[in-house]
């Protein structure tokens, strides 16, 4: 079995990712050893500038991922501020930017994942996922983290925070992201 790190500090991404590639011959292990995240214009800057930071300073088979949520409607808001605007306003203050959009087609939103691959000596590859949605007007649900509770995919009626890991897995940015991830080990 071959050992892959993931390189994040977040539990909620851990259990996501461990369950992508429990399908396959692949052990994810975390590795909680920080890297900067750069004010950059898109997410493949920030997550190619960590994986420089921790190349310096790991030399084994890695990942990290950097996400954002990108509402239309605030024209790409929170995008790659996603994490500092989780942690200083929340979903409840998303919730209230949007109070005077009252049609979903004004809450469009897209999650996007990045997660950047590191082999020692070789050149870095990145893979890119998406999920299509809307934001919903009030909190709903328990799992998940970060805005699975006002999150709702396309095609569901759900938030992320409704659904088990496995289903959110089917729709999520991270799960399409990983599916290239995983795509990419199986022909390596």
Do not use: W
Not at 31 to 45: F, H, R
């Amino acid at each position: 079995m071959k050992t892959l790190y993931f390189v994040t500090g977040n539990k909620g991404k851990l259990v996501e990712v461990q369950n992508k590639f429990s399908k396959v011959d692949v052990k994810v292990v975390q590795m909680d050893l920080g890297y900067p995240e750069i004010q950059a214009d898109s997410l493949e800057d920030v997550a190619m500038y960590g994986l420089n930071d921790v190349r310096k300073r790991f030399d084994k088979p890695f990942i990290l991922e950097d996400a954002g949520l990108f509402i239309d409607g605030l024209n790409g808001f929170p995008g790659v501020y996603s994490s500092f605007v989780y942690y200083t306003v929340g979903c409840e203050g998303i919730i209230r930017l949007m109070e005077d959009f009252e049609k979903n087609s004004e809450r469009k939103a897209v999650f996007r994942s990045v997660f950047a691959f590191s082999m020692p000596n070789e050149k870095p590859v990145l893979f890119v996922g998406e999920c299509p949605g809307f934001i919903s007007k009030e909190l709903r649900g328990s799992y998940g983290f970060g805005y699975d509770p006002i999150f709702i995919p396309d095609g569901e009626h759900r938030t992320f925070a409704e659904m088990s890991v496995e289903e959110k897995n089917c729709f999520s940015h991270r799960g399409r992201s990983l599916d290239k991830l995983i795509d990419f080990f199986k022909n390596k």
